[in-house]
């Protein structure tokens, strides 16, 4: 996860602690490693054909270094067609090298997060950081780019957009005295380097914990095949699995402990990063990096933001107070309060344990209706008919990066359109959560490609890959921004897509989450891998009201780290306070205390792990902001029963203007009306 302090350097990723979203903000195109760089034809397309796809990736060091020279003289040739273009058509010109650098950065960030081989992974990260600094200082830091900006001339569905990037490359500081600008640039390069080591540190890092003797006795037999020579690779699947079910207090603590202490290295990037990005802030006129950060967001500024975040502290609070008294009537014997609170480790195993006994809910029953073969077919035929368009799984030989990698098509009236790339199971070195990235921007009469990253169980010769409830919920989440990735099509490529404002990327994709809660949705595409039967009633039942039941404790999660993520970046680069031993651990505490009531602080170092805080910056408060966005919607399209027609209103209206119309607009013209929180505040119960 890279968000650089640029418009078009911004690789986003999105974060949640259960449920993870990644999005790039701006990719790149490359031709074939083995190639050399295509003419500077406006708007040639970057792949005809699957085989076009994978030969953007690749395959060896040698082929990494072509590649990178052959997008080195590309941006240069492309900045020259810009810089001599006609005004008239400048902007398309400009759209054309933006598109062309954006998909090379694209494709060495994704070879770093899920290549098998630990070269490649490496190259890839100094080349993306070399590449990177070349395009801050030849496009972004330009002036002669920018004043050819000002003089272009565009249509009038062109001039959100012109005006946007001009009003960004200003918040850049284009237009400060040439002394200053460098200076400027220095410290972006510095920012650049600093965020992709720390993506890189947390990508590398999955402990391993031992397991005691008298713990494996212990243990669920059902869990036991997560020790491999008395030790368990501690991979987000069999993270999630032990600190849910392991019966035993002291692993629970052991896994709590490995986990959110990953990357320990990162406490001294995180700080130098926080610094730089006020410095940064500060050098372009504003009062913190929060503010810099938030001007062109739907909130305009962190006060809007925080005020947000703070109305909803007091009814999550009480939701949460309702919840913790109900889990505490019939504690598990290896849970003991402390004060009258949980430890850390300790509340997903006592909801899971609520959830057995008074849900009636057994996640690993409900599992096995929902295989990821066949989940994945259910979720197709869903969005098949709600947006009229057709998937189709092509066999793809071995073409990228893994063997278990699947291609999907995707057709719009019978015109293949893109291509999506499923790499779903965990293997060691990968990105160890779920995203997606956009890896060809759909624009034009081009056809664009994404991928989907998740860590859902791998099937082996005695069990089937058998995806948990959340794991849907994850499935359905990415797949939401892929969608949004293919069908958002646009005539300029950077604005395509996922391409726009951070606090509303994530609403298509947790609109799509909602339909989890329909019965009708999940008999669809739940099917007992052994008997072929639909989720019983009562199941559907139970997984509705545990939604409702587990939705204080969540939010206050995402409270908590949206208010992390705001706070941190309003320091100022000379509060001295950032260089005491424990100033993270007291700032985390300050504000979980005033959120989490009912679950005690222990110290530790997660931040080093919260790739947010380097992707999202200031902006993690929109996952909340988006999902009032998102439930609004949704009941809107519930009441069209889901119909095609709701479907293409709504393609039509959220997905395809991309990031060419304010999302303020697009809402409220799909809503025919301003939008309002009474859907969110119903569907948690509150």
Not at 155 to 184: H, M, P, W
Not at 452 to 477: C, E, G, M, R, W
Request: hydrophobic letters at 35%.
């Amino acid at each position: 996860m890279i968000k650089k302090n640029i418009s078009f350097i911004k690789t986003l990723i999105t974060i949640t602690f259960f449920t993870i979203s990644f999005k790039m903000i701006k990719k790149i195109k490359k031709t074939s490693p083995k190639t050399s760089p295509k003419s500077n034809q406006l708007n040639n397309c970057s792949i005809n054909n699957l085989q076009d796809l994978a030969d953007l990736f690749p395959k060896n060091v040698d082929q990494i270094k072509k590649y990178i020279n052959n997008a080195e003289i590309l941006l240069e040739s492309n900045l020259v067609s810009f810089l001599n273009s006609l005004d008239q058509e400048s902007f398309n010109v400009y759209d054309k090298m933006v598109k062309d650098f954006s998909e090379s950065l694209t494709i060495l960030k994704v070879l770093e997060m899920v290549s098998p081989n630990e070269e490649i992974r490496k190259n890839c990260l100094d080349e993306s950081i070399k590449f990177t600094n070349l395009i801050i200082n030849k496009i972004e830091f330009n002036k002669d780019v920018y004043d050819k900006l000002k003089l272009a001339k565009v249509s009038t569905e062109l001039n959100y957009s012109l005006a946007e990037k001009i009003v960004e490359l200003e918040k850049d500081g284009i237009n400060l005295a040439k002394n200053q600008r460098l200076e400027i640039e220095k410290i972006v390069n510095q920012i650049n380097q600093i965020s992709s080591e720390f993506d890189f540190a947390i990508n590398q890092d999955t402990p391993i914990i031992e397991v005691s003797k008298e713990e494996k006795n212990k243990l669920k037999p059902d869990l036991i095949k997560l020790i491999k020579d008395d030790k368990i690779t501690l991979n987000t699947p069999a993270f999630r699995i032990l600190i849910e079910q392991a019966n035993i207090s002291s692993l629970r603590e052991k896994c709590w402990r490995a986990y959110l202490n990953r990357a320990p290295e990162n406490k001294a990037r995180l700080k130098e990063l926080i610094k730089k990005r006020a410095e940064l802030a500060n050098m372009l006129g504003f009062k913190n990096y929060a503010s810099y950060d938030l001007s062109n967001q739907m909130a305009k500024n962190s006060e809007t933001a925080l005020s947000f975040l703070n109305n909803l502290i007091k009814p999550i609070k009480l939701k949460t107070k309702l919840e913790f008294e109900r889990m505490i009537k019939d504690l598990p014997e290896t849970v003991i309060l402390e004060n009258n609170k949980l430890k850390p480790w300790d509340l997903r195993f006592v909801q899971e344990d609520f959830r057995q006994k008074n849900l009636n809910i057994n996640q690993e029953e409900i599992a096995k209706y929902f295989e990821s073969k066949n989940t994945l077919e259910g979720l197709l035929k869903i969005y098949e008919s709600f947006f009229n368009i057709e998937f189709k799984q092509v066999n793809h030989d071995n073409l990228f990066w893994d063997k278990d990698v699947i291609a999907l098509e995707l057709y719009e009236n019978n015109q293949l359109k893109s291509y999506v790339l499923l790499d779903l199971y965990p293997r060691d070195n990968k990105y160890s959560h779920a995203c997606q990235i956009t890896l060809v921007p759909a624009y034009q009469d081009c056809k664009s490609a994404c991928l989907v990253i998740a860590n859902f169980p791998k099937s082996d010769v005695k069990n089937p890959s058998l995806l948990k409830y959340q794991d849907v919920v994850t499935f359905f989440h990415e797949f939401g921004h892929a969608l949004h990735s293919m069908l958002g099509r646009t005539v300029i490529s950077f604005k395509s897509g996922t391409n726009v404002k951070t606090d509303f990327v994530e609403m298509p994709s947790q609109m799509l989450e909602e339909w989890l809660k329909e019965p009708e949705i999940l008999k669809s595409i739940s099917k007992h891998y052994q008997t072929g039967a639909a989720l019983p009633e009562q199941m559907i039942k139970s997984l509705a009201e545990m939604d409702k039941f587990d939705a204080g404790f969540n939010y206050s999660t995402q409270i908590y780290y949206a208010l992390l993520s705001l706070t941190l970046f309003e320091i100022l680069s000379e509060n001295k306070n950032l260089d005491s031993k424990d100033y993270f651990n007291d700032h985390c505490k300050q504000i979980y205390n005033n959120i989490m009531d009912h679950i005690d602080y222990v110290p530790n170092d997660f931040l080093s792990s919260f790739g947010h805080l380097n992707g999202y910056g200031a902006k993690y408060y929109g996952y909340l902001w988006s999902k009032v966005f998102a439930l609004d919607l949704f009941n809107k399209i519930k009441k069209e029963n889901f119909s095609s027609q709701i479907g293409q209103k709504y393609k039509e209206i959220i997905l395809q203007p991309g990031g060419t119309k304010d999302p303020s607009d697009m809402i409220k013209e799909f809503l025919n009306r301003d939008p309002n929180s009474d859907a969110f505040f119903k569907a948690i119960g509150i």
